[in-house]
């Protein structure tokens, strides 16, 4: 059994009985060759008649992986081309944001989640209209001082997007399409998608809805009856991040993104290639955060050791399921999903709320699977064939 299959049968036994993801896909490649290793099922059978097959060229909701396939990735093209000043106030591109203390937060510390910025908030209790939902987005009260410590915020990243936005002229899928997906020739893009190119993502908007409902792990001032329009079925070829999905229009800096592993893979290989993405570039994104050293600009910073030499695994994950990492001094690059929210979550009923610990895989042991594989692959001598 070759190493890729042996990653996607491990991602499938991840979760209580039961819970289990209802697909997995892995991939991995070098500097000279990749292989990709799917199975499961894209739409579980009894949902879709006798079922829909998990195929290499499915699109998965990247959820927060969107953070670095796009809008990191753009960041660092718009520093190449001199259009970005990392350093610089985010009024410098956002005049708008100075109220309560934001006027000193830095470009930087919204993509090392630096700048003290609200963790999560359900911008659509408020509007669904994208330009009203990125303007609160902004006024947002702060939540700790700015660059003193990290806390992982969808909202600055929200934000980066703006910024990106601001600089561009395009919306952040637009943005995306033209700086990354066309020049690359990535599948890849923001949603929506047509339903049957992709995976189904979660039963339902449960999850969120019991998040608002309970308040935690966010206490915030609204109701589940503050929303209407909660998805009570299978979410598949929209995203499944909430703001993203019904405040943001799908296109967002967090949140958003479609991609096959295929498309990862060779984004990955793009960025370590050192003429996608100019090398002083990437490594500048690469440095350990002062706040956290395991947190880079966007990325997230693992040490890996294998046969006594220590390599940096730039990486992300994101809450559907998926990850995506690499490895800049070997070109290694690794990407994976397991879809822990379809046949799990299931549907939103009266007075019904997500279990308060959630048997399905989590967050952890995906990561957990794909470092390990990550170590595997740094280890090989020699690399897998192309197969799909």
Not at 105 to 127: F, K, M, R
């Amino acid at each position: 059994m070759d190493d890729s299959a042996r990653v996607v049968d491990e991602l499938l036994t991840l979760g209580a009985s039961g819970f289990r993801p209802a697909s997995a896909a892995f991939g991995v490649c070098g500097p000279s060759a990749e292989h990709v290793a799917v199975a499961g099922w894209a739409q579980l059978p009894g949902r879709s008649a006798d079922g829909e097959p998990l195929l290499a060229e499915t699109l998965f909701d990247l959820a927060s992986v969107t953070k670095v396939a796009s809008t990191t990735t753009l960041a660092m093209l718009l520093c190449a081309a001199g259009q970005l000043d990392l350093s610089s106030p985010v009024k410098r591109y956002l005049p708008g944001f100075t109220t309560e203390g934001k006027a000193e937060i830095t470009v930087d510390q919204l993509l090392s989640h630096a700048g003290g910025l609200q963790p999560w908030w359900p911008l659509y209790c408020v509007t669904q209209e994208r330009g009203r939902a990125l303007d609160i987005a902004q006024e947002l009260p702060l939540v700790a001082s700015p660059g003193s410590e990290r806390r992982y915020s969808d909202i600055g990243m929200i934000i980066a997007g703006q910024v990106i936005e601001h600089i561009t002229g395009y919306e952040v899928s637009k943005a995306f399409e033209v700086l990354i997906g066309e020049p690359l020739g990535l599948s890849a893009r923001f949603g929506p998608v047509p339903a049957q190119d992709a995976a189904t993502s979660a039963d339902s908007d449960l999850y969120e809805y019991s998040m608002v409902a309970r308040g935690v792990p966010y206490p915030v001032p609204f109701g589940t009856a503050d929303f209407s329009g909660w998805r009570d079925q299978d979410v598949r070829g929209t995203v499944s991040d909430g703001n993203a999905a019904h405040a943001l229009g799908g296109s967002a800096g967090h949140a958003g993104l479609f991609a096959t592993i295929g498309d990862l893979l060779r984004l990955g290989a793009a960025l370590n290639g050192g003429e996608f993405v100019p090398t002083t570039v990437l490594e500048r994104f690469s440095a350990p955060s002062p706040t956290q050293q395991n947190q880079a600009l966007g990325f997230r910073r693992t040490t890996l050791e294998v046969k006594g030499q220590r390599n940096t695994l730039l990486w992300h994950s994101g809450f559907t399921g998926t990850f995506f990492g690499i490895v800049p001094t070997s070109g290694v690059v690794v990407a994976g999903a397991a879809m822990r929210l379809h046949g799990t979550l299931g549907r939103i009923t009266p007075g019904g709320l997500a279990p308060d610990v959630f048997p399905a895989a989590t967050s952890e042991s995906i990561q957990d699977v794909m470092f390990a594989s990550t170590r595997r692959a740094l280890g090989q001598k020699s690399r897998p064939t192309r197969a799909w």
